[in-house]
DNA sequence: GCAATATTTTGATCTACATCAAAATAGACT
DNA sequence: AGTCTATTTTGATGTAGATCAAAATATTGC
């Protein structure tokens, strides 16, 4: 325990928006922020994404995603970690992460 | 034949960008575009979809989805008809847009 | 050709947000 | 406490795009 603190701006499974899901993973950096997480064998900090942007630009599409639902962050030492909420996606959701998942691999994001 | 003239700017499915679509629907307004026409029996003009704005923006939404390959426009006398491009969709993005359509369902577009 | 209907184009405005830089904060370690 | 690294917050800027109103265009039917 005490892993981490949580931050509480994270919706809750019932309060998901799917207009609001849509947007968050509409931006390039964003989709290029989920399909490297999809593809991680572990959480990932928020530095070890390759991202074309400024590190507080990184902080403000985290923060959508995370408003938005789709991932989960805690803080591990000095480092902030990301979580893709799979289960929750997929609850809500059905086929939505695995066919935006698997479109994007088809198309290139160019926001590597 | 001379049922109508096409419209010139529709993607090819190869051409098809899928961050482009993904931003297509994001929109509140497209996407209840999209679920209507989904939901629709025949083809919808432009005048039938119950839209929140103005005619001129909901011209620039049909646009923005014809550009993104979401959609397809032809002239019907002094109409502009409106299909889904469904079986483009599924070829090039499998399970996107159903995924999309049941996701949509779900919770309140708002938009209508 | 003229009138009526449907839609688009043009022009203008306004807001949302993506971006960066610099300063502030948080935790780990010595 | 002080330093180092990681990330966020604040502040400022610039641009994309959502919106409406008014004028223009297209097609049908008289």
Chains 1, 2 share one sequence.
Do not use: W
């Amino acid at each position: 325990m005490a892993r981490g603190r949580e931050i509480a701006d994270e919706p809750e499974v019932k309060d998901f928006d799917f207009p609001r899901v849509l947007n968050a993973i509409a931006d390039p950096i964003r989709l290029a922020i989920v399909t490297q997480l999809a593809a991680a064998p572990n959480d990932v900090s928020c530095g070890s994404f390759i991202l074309p942007v400024h590190p507080s630009t990184a902080t403000h599409h985290f923060t959508a995603l995370r408003q938005a639902g789709v991932i989960h962050q805690y803080y591990a030492g000095t480092s902030r970690m990301n979580v893709l909420r799979r289960d929750d996606l997929n609850a809500t959701f059905p086929g939505f992460l695995d066919a935006v998942l698997s479109a994007a691999a088809k198309t290139q994001t160019s926001a590597t």
